[in-house]
């Protein structure tokens, strides 16, 4: 599989071609009212905002699409057993990704030689049998998926911490996964999920008996899904210390719909299940929420402020994750990042600017389409005095002063509307926004 880590490039260059100058950005957006930040005030704004987009049948339509398209990965699709050749490709395409993009660690220091051959060696290629028997398992908390089986960061530019090129993306609780290969000091499992494949903590992961073991987990009985951070707690007293975030899906218990099967993993390492109730009933539902534009954007302003995480960094996400979050919430599988978004949902390019692209875009669905640019997607909220609003996860704005351009940090999830950026050599998010996203209605037909 071709890996999408240039993405991390288009970031970097999209931050500017040298390491610019990052400053904390300011607390408050301009033209952003207190009232904005409220759900209601865009949802009252909508003229039809419990029509469904997407029916449960339709989505169900929508993942087998993706999945055909390789857009997600159909887990059940992988075979019994995997050659030595396949999985020596895989992991060989890591690593010559290595020595491209990991050239500095923490605190700006050059890597060497030795950091690259202990990543090689902890790979543990020589291992391999000519025929790999997959094993299967589910994440028993949220946990990275990496590029490699280190906890080491590495980034392209010297002091860049934020940007782990190692930091592939975040696995919710109860995700399935296939269990592919382990590294040399026993700590590490290759996996493929639903969104990609990588190196997952053996430690946040209960192997399963069997494939059908993970697999009638969502099968059998109605799924609750959460829409909030919750905390569980055993049903029978007694604290469960990890917490289930925005889409987690869990097995409700028979005859319940708050008591689930909560994934745990034991002593020995094997999946088991402890009957759990949330702390925050409020914030679990049972099944997902209706495809709406009110779900939709409630969702999103419930991840309001939430910090920005390149990667699944620290347990948070970036900007494509942010929509994933919200579009699980609401039953859609959605792929993992933003070219993939891009080529999963109908969409329409701009080819003008002006007054003329303002109307477009005051045109647009509230909370059924998304503004893209490359490398950033934003999920749209309305218009207001003639300005489109956003809501999005957003690393930091562009700005430009007596020195030149710098970056002016957010980290965290906004409301804003598109001048961000306005005067800076890279231009505003108007000027750069370039395609819309849409739910349901395809406005290229």
Not at 114 to 138: A, F, P
Not at 200 to 228: N, P
Not at 333 to 341: G, M, Q
Request: proline share 5%; with cysteine; aromatic share 10%.
């Amino acid at each position: 599989m071709t890996r999408k880590y240039w993405m991390l490039f288009i970031m970097l260059g999209l931050l500017g071609a040298s390491a610019p100058r990052i400053v904390e950005g300011p607390e408050t957006m301009p033209y952003v009212e207190s009232g904005m930040r409220t759900p209601e005030f865009w949802i009252n704004r909508v003229p039809a905002p419990d029509q469904e987009l997407f029916s449960p049948a339709e989505r169900k339509r929508l993942k087998r699409r993706w999945q055909e398209e390789k857009l997600i990965r159909d887990l059940s699709q992988l075979p019994e057993k995997i050659s030595r050749r396949q999985l020596k490709t895989w992991l060989t395409e890591d690593y010559n990704y290595l020595g491209r993009a990991a050239r500095y660690g923490p605190n700006g220091r050059r890597w060497e030689a030795r950091d690259y051959k202990s990543i090689k060696d902890n790979v543990n290629c020589e291992t391999l049998q000519g025929s790999n028997l997959v094993d299967w398992g589910m994440t028993v908390r949220r946990t990275a998926l990496r590029l490699f089986p280190t906890l080491k960061t590495a980034s392209v530019k010297p002091r860049d911490e934020e940007f782990d090129v190692f930091s592939h993306s975040g696995l919710r609780l109860a995700e399935p996964v296939a269990l592919l290969h382990t590294s040399a000091d026993g700590e590490w499992y290759y996996i493929a999920s639903e969104t990609g494949r990588g190196w997952a903590r053996i430690r946040d992961i209960g192997k399963a008996g069997s494939r059908e073991q993970v697999f009638e987990y969502r099968r059998t009985g109605e799924l609750v899904v959460v829409g909030a951070e919750v905390y569980f707690s055993r049903e029978h007293g007694g604290k469960i210390q990890d917490s289930a975030r925005m889409g987690c899906r869990l097995r409700a218990a028979r005859n319940s719909d708050l008591t689930v099967h909560f994934p745990r993993r034991n002593d020995q390492g094997e999946l088991i299940f402890l009957m759990a109730v949330p702390r925050q009933p409020k914030d679990v539902s049972p099944g997902t929420r209706p495809c709406t534009p009110r779900a939709i954007i409630e969702q999103a302003f419930r991840l309001l402020d939430q910090p920005y995480g390149w990667g699944g960094a620290e347990g948070y996400g970036d900007c494509s994750e942010f929509i994933r979050r919200v579009g699980l919430a609401c039953g859609l599988d959605f792929p993992r990042n933003t070219v993939k978004l891009g080529r999963a949902l109908p969409g329409k390019t701009f080819n003008m600017s002006g007054q003329g692209k303002q109307s477009v875009l005051a045109a647009l669905p509230a909370g059924a389409s998304f503004l893209y640019l490359q490398g950033h997607v934003m999920l749209v909220l309305g218009s207001e005095n003639q300005r489109t609003y956003v809501i999005h996860n957003l690393y930091g704005i562009h700005a430009r002063d007596s020195r030149g351009d710098y970056i002016r940090r957010v980290g965290r999830v906004i409301v804003s509307d598109l001048s961000l950026g306005a005067g800076s050599r890279r231009g505003s998010l108007f000027q750069r926004v370039d395609r819309a996203l849409f739910l349901g209605t395809d406005l290229d037909k």
